[in-house]
């Protein structure tokens, strides 16, 4: 034989023990040439492993049509498809006339990373909050299975991804190989768990489910329903029926342009905000450091064709060293093995030298080491000057003066229930449930004028646009953080058992005395004093018969405060018919949820 | 006692035909309790619908354009539920139910945005209001309640109530009007929100002719003392009906 | 070069050769899973929370209940200078009907104290300020059509009854001036003015013309401040002198005591009548017993000046009054007086006021 007896064959020889020598590896591959085939070998230089394919029965069955049809991947699109539906359901019944009782900021309850950061920063575990344990233990056991079995953002991402994607061959799989840019998602994810560590969340800037909610809600929702109604489809295909007028909202255009941006980016890199911008991702690839499943590649089957990366969704080198934090679970790189190398399997702990196996008898290596990276790839240098500048931007955030009491901005208007400005910014998520479901249209993201890069995209009253309604709470049932404070129509009003506190205040009216019609312009008006909703009402009338300048007797009713009982609810100010610049206008003055912004001495009457 | 109401008027089939298409307009301007007597009852509003389709009518429908946001008005006033309960369908407004309206002689409203998809093949209309006190115009019912069909920027109006208010008395004629008078907001109107603003007046008015529905509601069943608002004898300068409620032929019933 | 495909191409198919039936058991899990999570979905929103949509209905009132807003009066309007425009609660004390039609106010209403009221009536401050002078309210009215008539009015508050009924009986010009008592006040008028005094308050109503308009409008401001200040019951016996024996307040004086020269004769109002120097005095006691005593003291004390002319020939010794007479000698005035005190006029006219006065009369020598 040519390998002079050493290859550990057995043929006269004993077998070799795995040493995990090259000599005994070469004795192996010759003995196994023996029975298996040719190779070529060449006669100098180092030896080509070959490794005999195992027969039938190991791994799998050569399977029925209809298994092969209902392969894993299969059940993976069912799951993505119906949270997706899901998730567009919660939005189509956050309204008033469908929302009963159902769980519609459910994905922002069970999302981790709000769970998570809204602990860290007030210290709570606000109402649903514990529901991200039903992500969180699977996750620890799975791996980042979230990220393509049930994020909706992901499904948008893949679905458009996969849908204009027109590479072939080499460059599918050139453009799924890891990439350092990806280490960006960890960066991000300390910055903001070291900000709410010290008191301001901002994970809902670049959380996949917050940033889902708030574009729907503010950009895709009033664009399906604009071109519904022009359309003249039926009422039942709108997202928010009722709605008098066509719901606006400051900075859709931004929003939009944004989500744009993101899905476009697909077309240039798979995945594009998934794999480089998510936090949550990010979070759920720390905790996926222990899982105790994982992909396994079988070096003995694996030919390094590198077909499996051309689908991999995650970028997590399934083809090398399986980065365990960026796996998706996805199972596109088993549907893409030829050799049936890849397999999804329990490994409670990586193996940490070349195990032998038995292969007719012979001795063979089944694993070697080095076929996953466990954490993510984040050196210990950036990770030190990641946690630096999250312990800067706190003050450069906290400093700017629209979160601050001094000077804050006067439209800053909160929905009723929300707890006081600084425990807000530990709280709000900028999720925009609350401005989903104002069946007025009077919530709106702030810009940064009114509250700052904190502030952004939380919700704020704008009364020319709606108006707070008296009856209504909803926004206090859909917020998952306890930014709103859950609360009842009773509450809200200061009825039975609130009667001590009063009702709630967001603000007071003001008038504005020079833009009046009856105060300044001799016109009878008083929409205002009609359409107060407490009772009595806040707003009363001076009333007086006047010579007008071209000599016609009018009766005047010239409209006046009663700050003890005016809520700030603001349909005063939507209301009054000057429209530009209106002479009655809601201020963020007079609240009751803190003492920094109140007006009167005395509290108000019960 | 509706249709006692009715039948002092002459009678439901007086009005309806089978087949007809009808529209009944309640005021659902805010989304109060039907309890606060800012809206029209629910229970009543039910009691006319079951009355009109016993009557033969082959379409019965309810709307309303209200101040405040539409969904939550129809469903905290009850009326959404009982309209739904009795077989009308609900129009609720949207930014593509409106149209131009000419009301040739009307000084404010010549052309103006009108809720008019509901009407589309309506054939009759019949008006059902409560009774409300109103800073701005004195009391608001019958002819009132017909401002809830305009669109716009009808909050200019109130600069010229009186004649916003004829020009709405000529703007619909209804085939016929109920006042209802089985809670009447006395103050704090339109708006109400509390219990103690209410009284339960224990009358129900039919009447073809809602300006001196009205004027029998102002002065009888809120007990204003002194003349009528300006707006009913504006109505009346127009030809639009009779404020002196005791000069129209009027029959009483008492119920129980 | 080719054309680039707009989508996918869609061709893509599965190259791994084995299945398994474990991943089919697990996508049949995840399908129980997902069923299972559609139906707590379905479940939940079944189940609304019944405080987010209606509040309870009893819980309604209290609110407005507890709060009674006042109710503003609608201002009317009124055309600057007209009647009505002047009407107001600062014409107080004045009434507001004294603008009337056809008058309207020359000068807004002025307030003089103590201190100032010099510069008002420089001269006759002292006058007032010994009857007890406290305010006085003054205003000009003047005609709007015919022009150039006008009546000032001045209204002075002197602090009591006495003070201001002093005050008026010192300014009657003309003893024969006819002075009118009527209800709480007494009031005379002259060719362009009018004078009254009510309660406390003295008013003087000074017409610039001897005019008929004048004099309505006195007239008419005499009635309207008459209905209008507030009264005090007059002094018992101005009631006696002017009501009844129709004297000018102006003969009327008052002793506080020592009347005749008597200590005991105090809280005495005489009067000098008409026709002579007769003067009659009038004092009001407490019971009858006292009077009586009071009386008696009297006849002791004009037993040393004169001699007793009679009894006044009442009947019946009547309760609390006592009435002397005393008069310069002279025959004429004697009997006169004598025949007055004791005619029954002043006794008739008093039955039933309660009891009557016992009187008496007595010569002075």
Not at chain 3, 293 to 322: H, M, N, T
């Amino acid at each position: 034989m040519s390998c002079g007896g050493n290859c550990g064959c057995g043929n006269g020889k004993k077998p070799a023990a795995a040493t995990g020598s090259a000599d005994a590896a070469f004795d192996l591959l010759n003995r196994l040439k023996s029975e298996a085939g040719t190779v070529a070998t060449p006669s100098s230089g180092p030896p080509t492993i070959y490794f005999a394919k195992e027969p039938k029965g190991a791994h799998g069955v050569k399977a029925p049509g209809w298994l092969r049809g209902l392969r894993i991947t299969r059940w993976r699109v069912i799951s993505q498809a119906f949270f997706f539906a899901a998730f567009l359901f919660f939005i189509f019944t956050t309204w008033f006339s469908r929302l009963k009782g159902n769980p519609v900021s459910a994905f922002l309850e069970v999302d981790p990373l709000v769970g998570l950061a809204t602990a860290i920063s007030t210290h709570t575990v606000y109402r649903h909050l514990v529901w991200s344990l039903w992500l969180i233990i699977p996750t620890l056991v799975l791996g980042r299975w979230f990220c393509n079995w049930m994020c909706p953002y992901s499904t948008l991402h893949q679905f458009f991804g996969w849908l204009f994607n027109t590479r072939r061959n080499l460059d599918k799989v050139a453009i799924n190989r890891y990439r350092s840019i990806f280490q960006l998602k960890y960066i991000i994810l300390i910055v903001f768990i070291v900000l709410a560590a010290f008191g301001s969340l901002q994970i809902g800037l670049l959380d996949p489910i917050c940033i889902m909610y708030r574009t729907f809600t503010t950009a895709i929702a009033p664009a399906s329903d604009l071109a519904v109604e022009q359309a003249g489809g039926s009422a039942a295909w709108l997202f928010k029926p009722g709605s008098p007028h066509q719901r606006i909202f400051y900075g859709a255009w931004f929003v939009g342009l944004v989500i744009l941006f993101l899905v476009g980016m697909n077309l240039v890199i798979p995945r594009f905000f998934c794999r480089v911008l998510c936090a949550l991702g990010a979070l759920l690839g720390v905790l996926s450091r222990f899982a105790l499943w994982r992909i396994d590649r079988d070096v003995t089957r694996c030919t390094d064709c590198n077909l499996c990366v051309s689908h991999c969704e995650g970028a997590s080198d399934p083809h090398t060293a399986l980065r365990k934090s960026e796996c998706f679970v996805c199972f596109n790189c088993i549907d893409d093995c030829p050799e049936d190398a890849l397999s999804f399997r329990f490994m409670p702990v990586k193996k940490p030298q070349p195990v032998e196996g038995q292969l007719h008898g012979r001795p063979v290596i089944t694993q070697i080491l080095e076929t996953e990276a466990p954490w993510p790839a984040l050196s210990r240098r950036r990770l030190l000057l990641t946690g630096v500048l999250g312990v800067l931007a706190y003050p450069f955030l906290r400093l700017s003066a629209a979160v601050n009491s001094k000077a804050f901005s006067r439209k800053a208007i909160r929905p009723p229930g929300t707890v006081a400005e600084n425990e807000f910014l530990e709280r709000c998520i900028k999720c925009d449930q609350c401005i989903n479901v104002c069946p007025t249209n009077v919530l709106q993201p702030a810009t940064l004028t009114q509250g700052g890069l904190e502030g952004l995209w939380t919700p704020v009253m704008d009364m020319r646009i709606g108006f707070c309604q008296l009856n209504c709470v909803l926004c206090s049932e859909v917020c998952p953080t306890g930014a709103i404070q859950k609360i009842s129509i009773e509450k809200k009003l200061g009825l039975g058992q609130h009667t001590a506190d009063g009702p709630i205040s967001v603000g007071t009216a003001f008038f504005n005395q020079g833009r009046c019609l009856p105060w300044a312009m001799e016109t009878p008006c008083v929409v205002c004093e009609e359409v107060c909703p407490v009772s009595p009402k806040a707003i009363g009338t001076y009333d007086e018969q006047l010579k007008r300048w071209d000599g016609t007797i009018v009766l005047l009713n010239k409209p006046y405060m009663r700050p003890e009982l005016c809520i700030g609810c603001g349909i005063c100010e939507h209301e009054c018919p000057v429209a530009d610049d209106r002479a009655v206008y809601v201020t963020a003055v007079g609240e009751t949820r803190s003492k920094d912004r109140s007006l009167l001495l005395r509290s108000r009457q019960t | 006692m509706l249709r006692m109401a009715i039948g002092a008027i002459g009678g439901l089939s007086h009005f309806i035909r089978p087949g007809d298409v009808v529209l009944i307009k309640p005021n659902v301007a805010f989304d109060r309790a039907p309890k606060l007597g800012a809206t029209t009852s629910p229970d009543m509003l039910g009691a006319l619908i079951r009355l009109v389709r016993a009557a033969g009518a082959a379409e019965v429908r309810a709307a309303d354009n209200p101040i405040e946001s539409p969904e939550t008005c129809f469903a905290k006033s009850g009326i959404a539920a009982a309209a739904r309960a009795n077989g009308a369908q609900v129009f609720l407004p949207s930014p593509t139910s409106f149209e131009m309206l000419e009301v040739p002689g009307a000084k404010l409203i010549a052309r103006w945005p009108f809720f008019y998809r509901p009407f589309r093949g309506v054939t009759k209309v019949i008006g059902i209001a409560p009774i409300k006190d109103h800073n701005l115009c004195s009391a608001s019912m019958c002819t009132n309640n017909w401002y809830g069909l305009l669109g716009g920027r009808r909050n200019q109006f109130h600069q010229d109530i009186h004649n916003i208010v004829a020009d709405l008395a000529l703007m619909m004629r209804p085939t016929f009007v109920i006042l209802d008078g089985s809670r009447i907001l006395m103050k704090n109107g339109p708006t109400g929100g509390d219990l103690s603003d209410v009284v339960h007046g224990r009358t129900l008015i039919a009447a073809t002719d809602q300006v001196a529905a009205d004027a029998f509601g102002y002065s009888q069943l809120l007990g204003r003392k002194g003349d009528l608002p300006q707006y009913l004898h504006n109505a009346h300068a127009r030809g639009l009906g009779e404020p002196d409620w005791r000069n129209v032929a009027m029959q009483e019933e008492q119920v129980g | 070069m080719p054309e680039e495909p707009v989508f996918n191409t869609f061709r893509r198919q599965p190259l791994r050769p084995f299945f398994s039936l474990r991943e089919f058991q697990i996508g049949l899990g995840t399908l129980v899973v997902l069923v299972a999570a559609a139906g707590w979905v379905v479940w939940r929103g079944a189940h609304p929370d019944p405080t987010l949509f209606a509040v309870d209905d009893q819980l309604l009132s209290g609110k407005g209940g507890t709060i009674t807003v006042y109710e503003r009066p609608v201002a009317p309007w009124v055309e600057p200078g007209s009647a009505a425009s002047s009407a107001g609660p600062r014409l107080d004390p004045f009434p507001a009907t004294v603008v009337s039609p056809g008058w309207r106010l020359s000068a807004p209403p002025q307030m003089f104290d103590e201190g100032n009221l010099y510069s008002k009536i420089d001269g006759r401050e002292t006058f007032y300020k010994s009857y007890g002078f406290k305010k006085l309210h003054c205003l000009s009215l003047s005609t709007t059509e015919p022009a150039g008539l006008g009546i000032d009015l001045e209204l002075f508050d002197l602090g009591s009854v006495q003070n201001a009924l002093g005050a008026l009986s010192a300014e009657i010009s003309d003893p024969a001036t006819v002075v009118t008592l009527s209800g709480q006040s007494l009031w005379y008028v002259t060719r362009n003015g009018g004078f009254l005094a009510q309660g406390r308050y003295y008013a003087r109503l000074l017409g610039s013309d001897d005019h008929e308009t004048v004099r309505q409008k006195i007239a008419g401001l005499r009635d309207a401040l008459l209905a209008s200040l507030p009264g005090e019951s007059l002094p018992w016996a101005y009631e006696l002198f002017v009501g009844r024996l129709r004297l000018s307040p102006s003969r009327i004086q008052y002793f506080a005591e020592n009347a005749f020269s008597h200590g005991f004769a105090n809280d005495f109002y005489a009067a000098g009548l008409p026709g002579g120097d007769a003067e009659l005095f009038v004092s009001r006691r407490a019971s009858d017993a006292a009077a009586r005593e009071l009386a008696d003291k009297l006849a002791e004390g004009f037993a040393a000046y004169g001699q007793r002319v009679g009894d006044g020939g009442a009947a019946d010794r009547r309760g609390r009054s006592i009435m002397a007479g005393a008069a310069r000698p002279g025959r004429r005035t004697r009997q006169t007086a004598a025949a007055d005190v004791s005619a029954e006029r002043f006794s008739g006219r008093t039955a039933g006021r309660g009891e009557d006065a016992r009187h008496r009369a007595r010569r002075a020598a």
